[in-house]
């Protein structure tokens, strides 16, 4: 079976198909292109249709191949962590806008936001949070596998934080309400990083809650948040105290972003 002859057969998004063959051959997507005659050992061949009934049952690629690109850094990833968005790397962008000496990212998972600014701030201390063990071990990996110093706390948002505060708070929350139809074909990934409550505002005001005692004079809170709830959750912020209160519209115009700082 040559290159083409597998892509064709596998039915599936032809860009999907080309990662997916890549990772089965070692190949660059850009030699799969330029070779679609190329033969392909029976091994591979199995290996790549292994990857493509594994898509067609929904499985996302990043899990897949067990790493997704974020901010300029390949991670890895697993169904223990969320698969990072590209509309998440605005909290990093708005991060970044910001002075601060002392940043905390809650719910780390894979680690994606909190290694990107660590990337980009190598002077700033970092730390993140994540609930789950599991996650915890990915973000860990990550961080030794970019070469980034930073520290990690096991525990629900901002407890393991006791008596802490930073300049900076940023998080990407549950925020799915419950019973979401796009929860269904997010089934592959851990549903209690997606799933926010009723309303999906439940892990946001918990954390807003707590955000000003461990926020230094003039610090800001940031949060990500899905679409249509940005003035619910500028309510939920300016109910726990903080001030100068903004939404910010990801590269679609939605507004992904809410933020504020304490005095």
């Known amino acids: 079976m040559s290159v083409a002859e597998a892509l064709r057969a596998s039915a599936i998004d032809p860009r999907e198909a080309r990662l997916l063959l890549a990772a089965a051959t070692g190949f660059s997507q850009a030699a799969i292109v330029a070779s679609p005659e190329r033969a392909l050992d029976r091994e591979v ?26 901010y300029g850094l390949e991670l890895a990833v697993n169904p223990a962590v969320l698969i990072p ?35 980009q701030r190598p002077n700033a201390r970092v730390v993140a949070t994540d609930s789950s063990a599991a996650a915890l071990v990915v973000a860990r990996r990550n961080a030794v596998k970019h070469g980034l110093e ?81 003035r619910a959750v ?11 209160i903004g939404n910010w519209p990801d590269l679609a115009r939605i507004p992904r972003v809410t933020g504020g700082k304490v005095k």
């Open 234 to 244: 500028r309510a939920v912020l300016d109910q726990a105290g903080l001030e100068d």
């Open 45 to 70: 061949a199995e290996l790549f249709q292994q990857y493509v009934e594994r898509r067609k049952r929904g499985e996302p690629v990043a899990y897949i191949l067990g790493r997704q690109e974020f």
């Open 150 to 230: 930073m520290e990690f706390r096991h525990g629900r948002w901002l407890e393991p934080l006791a008596g802490e505060r930073f300049d900076l708070i940023v998080a990407n929350p549950p925020y799915v309400t419950v019973g979401d139809h796009h929860l269904r074909q997010l089934g592959y990934e851990p549903q209690m990083a997606l799933v926010g409550g009723a309303d999906g505002l439940d892990h946001i005001r918990e954390i807003a809650a707590a955000a000003p005692g461990h926020l230094l004079p003039g610090g800001r809170l940031l949060v990500e948040h899905g679409m249509g709830q940005e």
């Open 85 to 119: 968005r590209p509309e998440t790397e605005l909290l990093v962008d708005l991060a970044l806008q910001l002075d601060f000496s002392s940043v905390v990212d809650l719910g780390t998972g894979s680690g994606a936001i909190a290694l990107a600014i660590k990337r």
